[in-house]
């Protein structure tokens, strides 16, 4: 016998995700259970709950109110199945949490560990990746994001801004001199880090004494992760503009040296962002707790 509740996650990721494989990949089955869970829906209807073709799938006019019945019980249901930790204050089941790629490697894994060391029930599922990842979508409970937030429904909690500063290797500056202000970085090799949705930048912006300073930089060399950029810098290639947390170790080896130390180089915003349940189970409210004291402004 089908589970009609199963049956109606599947519906609801299939309709949201718009094909069975996705769907399939975010509830962990195969895109032919997923199919079987719809079917299995429709038969019960005695109508379509969805028009598939080959290349696309649409709702038909009863699948788009039947969507939003089944969104409203599938809450009532995950509010039911979280009463018990609710009232429980012992944190334990898996949280899904999505953080970028330089940040989750160097600054939030020692977290990460520890807070699995104080909560022996809980297990973390962590992805990392710059992709902008839809929590609501992808089944994430919790995600760390750089820069500027756009609109949206979930609650966003400010943590202390991302701090970069620019280094280069002793050869290289040995070879190619240490920039004094901002504006001569206009004649030397910066290296870039390639985002995933879009190129390099090649602006750095500076401060001093409430004034910016913008100057345009030169990237023969993009890379999209920042361990080979680093090693392009200690090799001597050129200029790296990357976070505090990260260089700091090659810094205090001696493998880089802080340029431009009477200047306060860029910082980016950064939240953790959450869905704002009615209810948050103990192991997410523990987690948020836990990373505000940790990163918070």
């Known amino acids: 016998m089908v589970d009609r509740l199963t049956s109606m996650e599947a519906f609801v990721a299939a309709a949201e995700s718009g094909s069975y494989a996705r769907a399939a990949t975010r509830l962990g089955l195969s895109p032919q259970m997923v199919a079987k869970h719809v079917a299995a829906l429709e038969q019960r209807l005695g109508a379509r709950l969805l028009n598939r073709t080959t290349r696309r799938q649409n709702l038909t006019e009863l699948g788009s109110a039947y969507l939003e ?33 330089t940040f989750g490697s160097y600054s939030l894994m020692p977290f990460v560990t520890g807070f699995l060391r104080e909560h022996p029930e809980v297990e973390i599922d962590l992805h990392l990746t710059d992709r902008y990842i839809d929590l609501v979508e992808e089944g994430y409970e919790a995600a760390f994001r750089i820069g500027p937030l756009a609109d949206s429904s979930l609650t966003a909690r400010p943590l202390a801004p991302y701090r970069l500063i ?74 790296v503009l990357g976070p505090a947390d990260f260089l700091e170790p090659a810094r205090a080896a001696g493998e880089l040296v802080q340029l431009l130390p009477g200047y306060e180089a860029p910082s980016r915003a950064m939240h953790l962002l959450y869905r704002p349940d009615r209810q948050m189970t103990a192991k997410l409210r523990h987690f948020v707790d836990a990373a505000i004291a940790r990163f918070g402004a």
């Open 166 to 239: 620019a280094c280069a290797a002793p050869a290289y500056l040995a070879a190619r001199g240490t920039p004094r202000v901002p504006a001569d970085l206009e004649q030397h090799e910066c290296l870039g880090y390639a985002y995933w949705s879009r190129p390099a930048d090649n602006q750095w912006q500076f401060r001093r004494d409430g004034r910016v300073h913008e100057v345009q930089v030169r990237s023969r060399l993009q890379v999209n992760e920042s361990k080979a950029l680093l090693s392009a810098a200690v090799d001597g290639f050129g200029i």
């Open 69 to 101: 019945r089944c969104k409203h019980i599938l809450g009532e249901a995950q509010a039911a199945d979280s009463l018990a930790q609710i009232m429980n204050a012992t944190p334990r089941g898996k949280l899904r949490i999505s953080a970028p790629v």
